[in-house]
C-alpha cells in the first residue's frame, strides 16, 4: 500500500531531551515535507526536501532540523524540545513539486 | 503573500442536503489547488487535486471547482452522509517548492 509511515503517533518528553520523528514513504516520491498543525494557525510548513540531500526551510524552521539521506526517509529532529513545539506533526511527501500530496497519519509531540 | 481563506468555519446540515463548502486564496499564480478531508486528531486525507489548468475534478458524491482568475474554489458534496462529517481542508500550491498554503478549513457536522 502507497503511503507516509510517521512513527511515533504519540510522545510525551521533557524539555530539552532531544527527539526524533521518522518519516518514511514507498512511492519513490522527490519532495517531501514537514508541517506542524496549532488550533488557531492551521498547518504551517516547517522543513521541506527536494531530493535526496536538498533540504530548505519552511516558514517555521526554528528549534528543528531535518535529514535527506535517502530518498525515503525524511527525519525530524528536535534537538532541544520546547513546550512551544507541542503540536501535531504531519509528513507530506509528492512525486514532484506540482503533484498532489499524500499525508502521513502524524505525530502528536506533547513538552512539558 | 498568498492567503487561502475557507468560509464557513462551521456548518451543520441534516442528512441528505447538497452542499458547498468555499475557499478563496489571493494571489492567482497557482500549480493547483487540493481538499483534504481531516477527522479529529487524525492526518490528512486527499480528496480531489485539481490543476490550474482544469476547471474540476469529480470524485464519487465530490466535486471540486477551480476558477483561477476570481481566485476561488468551490467542494461540492452531494447526498451528504453522517460519514462525511470531518473537517475539510483546501491548500494551494504556490510554487516550485511545493508548499502547500493551507486555509482555517470548514468543520462539517451532517445530522443524521
Known amino acids: 500500500e502507497a503511503q507516509v509511515t510517521q512513527n511515533p503517533r504519540y510522545l510525551i518528553t521533557v524539555t530539552g531531551k532531544k527527539l526524533t520523528v521518522t518519516c518514511s514513504q514507498n512511492m519513490n516520491h522527490e519532495y517531501m515535507s514537514w508541517y506542524r498543525q496549532d488550533p488557531g494557525l492551521g498547518l504551517r510548513q516547517i522543513y521541506y526536501s527536494m531530493n535526496v540531500e536538498v533540504t530548505d526551510k519552511g516558514d517555521v524552521p526554528e528549534g528543528y532540523k531535518v535529514s535527506r539521506k535517502e530518498k525515503r526517509n525524511f527525519p525530524l529532529i528536535l534537538e532541544s524540545p520546547s513546550p512551544n513545539q507541542t503540536s501535531l506533526y504531519f509528513c507530506?511527501?509528492?512525486?514532484?513539486?506540482?503533484?498532489?500530496?499524500?499525508f502521513g497519519s502524524g505525530t502528536r509531540l506533547t513538552v512539558v | 503573500k498568498q492567503e487561502v481563506t475557507q468560509i464557513p468555519a462551521a456548518l451543520s446540515v441534516p442528512e441528505g442536503e447538497n452542499l458547498v463548502l468555499n475557499c478563496s486564496f489571493t494571489d492567482s499564480a497557482i500549480y493547483n489547488l487540493q481538499w483534504f478531508r481531516q477527522d479529529p486528531g487524525k492526518g490528512l486525507t486527499s480528496l480531489l487535486l485539481i490543476q490550474s489548468s482544469q476547471r474540476e475534478q469529480t470524485s464519487g458524491r465530490l466535486n471540486a471547482s477551480l476558477d483561477k482568475s476570481s481566485g476561488r474554489s468551490t467542494l461540492y458534496i452531494a447526498a451528504s452522509q453522517p460519514g462525511d462529517s470531518a473537517t475539510y481542508l483546501c491548500?494551494?500550491?504556490?510554487?516550485?517548492?511545493?508548499?502547500?498554503?493551507f486555509g482555517q478549513g470548514t468543520t462539517l457536522q451532517v445530522k443524521p
Open positions: 507530506a511527501s509528492s512525486f514532484s513539486g506540482n503533484r498532489g500530496y499524500t
Open positions: 491548500a494551494v500550491n504556490e510554487s516550485n517548492t511545493g508548499k502547500l498554503i
